[in-house]
């Protein structure tokens, strides 16, 4: 089955320190990638996609993504974190074969201490 | 953002009762869906719409009934709900290029909270 993997489900971290978050989708084919953010109240926000092309990408607020086929994997990056980006943050994949709607991981929620 | 509307926000409702959730969406789509967010479970597929046709219905129980009048409205008529379907109820959209939905990006609504009592 179509399946995407969060490994984190919850990281603290302090204000400028790195970020990266692991996520794994079950098994290959044509994909398309995605990082949503939901920040405390508000709805889901697209970060970033990658659709084809530079299996790097770069999103909105300095977050940027890689690609890596070989590996099943889509990690989320921030060099330096800030207060702001607490949020929940949900990989999703959609697959070229099958059902065309969105398969979410569990979500991280990432919390920035001061 | 506007783009996608969700009404009501917040909606309590007996398992005896029967309530619709409504969303519009005004960004030009043809596909729109609903999801389901339960504390600590993924976010779950219900239903997709594609060019105003049910393609997908994600093995939902038939209390939950959508309907998709056009391509900018999509409703989730509820009846005789249980204490387990107490959730964040999301509506999203998205361009679908032909029938079966798409592999585009998705815009989502901020959500009905619906509680059961």
């Known amino acids: 089955a179509q399946s995407v993997s969060q490994h984190n489900h919850h990281v603290i971290l302090s204000e400028a320190a790195s970020l990266e978050l692991g996520c794994n989708y079950s098994?290959?084919?044509?994909?398309?990638l995605f990082w949503y953010v939901q920040y405390p109240g508000q709805h889901l926000q697209l970060l970033l996609k990658?659709?084809?092309?530079?299996?790097l990408v770069k999103g909105i607020k300095g977050f940027e993504a890689e690609f890596i086929k070989s590996k099943f994997s889509f990690n989320l990056r921030k060099p330096s974190v800030q207060w702001s980006d607490t949020a929940e943050y949900f990989c999703?994949?959609?697959?070229?074969?099958?059902?065309?709607?969105?398969?979410f991981g569990s979500g991280t929620r990432l919390q920035v201490q001061p | 953002e506007t783009g996608v509307t969700q009404t009501p926000r917040h909606l309590v409702m007996g398992m005896t009762n029967k309530k619709s959730l409504k969303c519009e969406q005004h960004?030009?789509?043809?596909?729109m869906y609903w999801y389901k967010q339960s504390a600590k479970k993924p976010l779950e597929l219900m239903f997709v719409?594609?060019?105003?046709?049910?393609?997908e219905n994600n093995s939902v129980p038939s209390r939950f009934s959508p309907e998709c009048p056009n391509s900018s409205h999509l409703f989730l008529h509820l009846h005789t709900l249980q204490p387990e379907d107490s959730a964040l109820y999301l509506c999203?959209?998205?361009?679908?290029?032909?029938?079966?939905?798409?592999?585009?990006?998705?815009?989502f609504g901020p959500g009905t909270r619906l509680t059961v009592l």
């Open positions: 999203a959209s998205s361009q679908a290029r032909g029938g079966g939905g798409s592999t585009d990006t998705q815009y």
């Open positions: 098994y290959g084919g044509t994909v398309n």
């Open positions: 990658y659709f084809s092309g530079d299996p």
């Open positions: 999703a994949v959609i697959w070229d074969t099958g059902r065309r709607a969105l398969t």
């Open positions: 960004l030009g789509h043809n596909a």
């Open positions: 719409y594609s060019l105003e046709e049910r393609v």
